[in-house]
T-cell receptor, first 113, second 115 residues
Framework: GENVEQHPSTLSVQEGDSAVIKCTYSDSASNYFPWYKQELGKGPQLIIDIRSNVGEKKDQRIAVTLNKTAKHFSLHITETQPEDSAVYFCAASIGYNFNKFYFGSGTKLNVKP | SAVISQKPSRDICQRGTSLTIQCQVDSQVTMMFWYRQQPGQSLTLIATANQGSEATYESGFVIDKFPISRPNLTFSTLTVSNMSPEDSSIYLC????????????FGPGTRLTVT
């Protein structure tokens, strides 16, 4: 089955700096890659996603890039704010079964004011 | 997007008892899922809740321990049976929209503590 690895496990940045979280996947059949933000005591919230026919996608301060050849994808957050502090999870979905997600281990992002 | 609610939000239960968690979605969905999340850990898929038929369980999870129902398109229940302290965890319901997108949305979770 698919294996998703996520790095780093913790990330501390100064407010205003950029943050980058990286994930790798093992199954070349994966073709949908969402990112979730989970705040303490809440369920994961979908913040951005990308499909395998796209190399990059942006939404305001958040962007995701995908390298299918290398089987890795990354989340980029620019101009970080304290409210960006949370745990971020990447996931991959196998091409023929989009609904089954394989999650990374999570990255705890701390944005220092 | 969809709004997913879960009841209860948290509970403290005694060893050997069972707890049923309810999940309600406010719009038409195709797939519904149940996940478990240990404190500080990632999400582990327990099963896919199928409407009108038996749930599809992932390796390591069995129907006798985690019976699941999905009587209609927008509602599902997960029961944690014969609980032990090892079942203490957050249980999350999720769903994908009937619009055909790949997006999967999560409920707020049920925090279960077994004493």
């Amino acid at each position: 089955g698919e294996n998703v690895e996520q790095h780093p496990s913790t990330l501390s940045v100064q407010e205003g700096d950029s943050a980058v979280i990286k994930c790798t996947y093992s199954d070349s059949a994966s073709n949908y890659f969402p990112w979730y933000k989970q705040e303490l005591g809440k369920g994961p919230q979908l913040i951005i996603d990308i499909r395998s026919n796209v190399g990059e996608k942006k939404d305001q301060r958040i962007a995701v890039t995908l390298n299918k050849t290398a089987k890795h994808f990354s989340l980029h957050i620019t101009e970080t704010q304290p409210e960006d502090s949370a745990v971020y999870f990447c996931a991959a979905s196998i091409g023929y079964n989009f609904n089954k997600f394989y999650f990374g281990s999570g990255t705890k992002l701390n944005v220092k004011p | 997007s969809a709004v997913i609610s879960q009841k209860p939000s948290r509970d403290i239960c005694q060893r050997g008892t069972s707890l049923t968690i309810q999940c309600q979605v406010d719009s038409q969905v195709t797939m519904m899922f149940w996940y478990r999340q240990q404190p500080g850990q990632s999400l582990t898929l327990i099963a896919t809740a199928n409407q009108g038929s038996e749930a599809t369980y992932e390796s390591g999870f069995v129907i006798d321990k985690f019976p699941i129902s999905r009587p209609n398109l927008t509602f599902s229940t997960l029961t944690v049976s014969n609980m032990s302290p090892e079942d203490s965890s957050i249980y999350l319901c999720s769903a994908t929209m009937a619009s055909g997108s790949y997006e999967q949305y999560f409920g707020p979770g049920t925090r279960l503590t077994v004493t």
